[in-house]
């Protein structure tokens, strides 16, 4: 999407660590006019799907998925980062390693809003190591859920998460796909 690509050029930093740093417009600091535009591109690309609710992760995804729920006429429901271990039987769990910052993160939805007769959009900023994608895959599984695809504003193509996330069969929609960046050179695929 060309829109999303000339902002990241023009306010994307490029980081030490294969960081790019869009905290002034996509997961700090939040250009909802372009997320609009971003919702409107996935609507297009989704058209007939039948999408009944997008499926997002805390914290960065929900800003988009809200806004491009608003676009479909969707509900939006996100997983949520929990600290709470003892929560067996409401809710279906899973566990996210990240990459990044190390760790693993407990990550639990409820099962009251994930239904076997959804049809699922996932949505969320980037796509890296996959690691925050495949929760949701793996919580929609156990709900019965489908996944029809998943919406991510900015691919990091070097990286292995869209590959392993498309070879499980998930359509993956990444509005910007960057296939190379070193700082002061950024280059789209
Ligand atoms: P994944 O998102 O594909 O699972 O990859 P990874 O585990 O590598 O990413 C860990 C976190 O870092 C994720 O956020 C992800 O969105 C974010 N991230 C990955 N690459 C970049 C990048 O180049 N720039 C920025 N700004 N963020 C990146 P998180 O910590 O899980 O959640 P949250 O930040 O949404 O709360």
């Given at each position: 999407?060309?829109?999303?690509?000339?902002?990241?050029?023009?306010?994307?930093?490029?980081e030490?660590?294969?960081?790019?740093?869009?905290?002034?417009?996509?997961?700090?600091?939040?250009?909802?006019?372009?997320?609009?535009?971003?919702?409107?591109?996935?609507?297009r690309?989704?058209?007939?799907?039948?999408?009944?609710?997008?499926?997002?992760?805390?914290?960065?995804?929900?800003?988009?998925?809200?806004?491009?729920?608003?676009?479909?006429?969707?509900?939006?429901?996100?997983?949520?980062?929990?600290?709470?271990?003892?929560?067996?039987?409401?809710?279906?769990?899973?566990?996210?390693?990240?990459?990044?910052?190390?760790?693993?993160?407990?990550?639990?939805?409820?099962?009251?809003?994930?239904?076997?007769?959804?049809?699922?959009?996932?949505?969320?900023?980037?796509?890296?190591?996959?690691?925050?994608?495949?929760?949701?895959?793996?919580?929609?599984?156990?709900?019965?859920?489908?996944?029809?695809?998943a919406?991510?504003?900015?691919?990091?193509?070097?990286?292995p998460?869209?590959?392993?996330?498309?070879a499980?069969?998930?359509?993956?929609?990444?509005?910007?796909?960057?296939?190379?960046?070193?700082?002061?050179?950024?280059?789209f695929?």
């Amino acid at each position: 999407m060309k829109e999303l690509e000339e902002r990241i050029l023009r306010d994307g930093i490029v980081e030490d660590g294969d960081v790019l740093k869009v905290d002034s417009f996509l997961n700090h600091q939040m250009d909802v006019e372009l997320f609009r535009a971003m919702g409107k591109e996935w609507v297009r690309l989704f058209d007939g799907e039948g999408i009944n609710k997008i499926f997002t992760i805390e914290a960065s995804g929900i800003g988009i998925a809200c806004v491009a729920a608003l676009e479909f006429g969707v509900p939006v429901v996100f997983a949520k980062k929990s600290r709470t271990r003892n929560i067996a039987g409401e809710v279906y769990h899973t566990e996210v390693p990240s990459f990044t910052h190390g760790g693993v993160s407990d990550v639990i939805v409820s099962k009251r809003f994930l239904l076997p007769s959804d049809r699922l959009l996932l949505i969320d900023d980037f796509l890296a190591n996959g690691a925050a994608l495949e929760g949701l895959i793996g919580l929609a599984e156990q709900a019965g859920a489908t996944v029809v695809g998943a919406g991510i504003a900015v691919e990091k193509a070097f990286q292995p998460g869209g590959e392993r996330i498309r070879a499980k069969g998930v359509r993956v929609e990444s509005l910007a796909r960057i296939k190379s960046m070193t700082s002061g050179q950024l280059e789209f695929c």
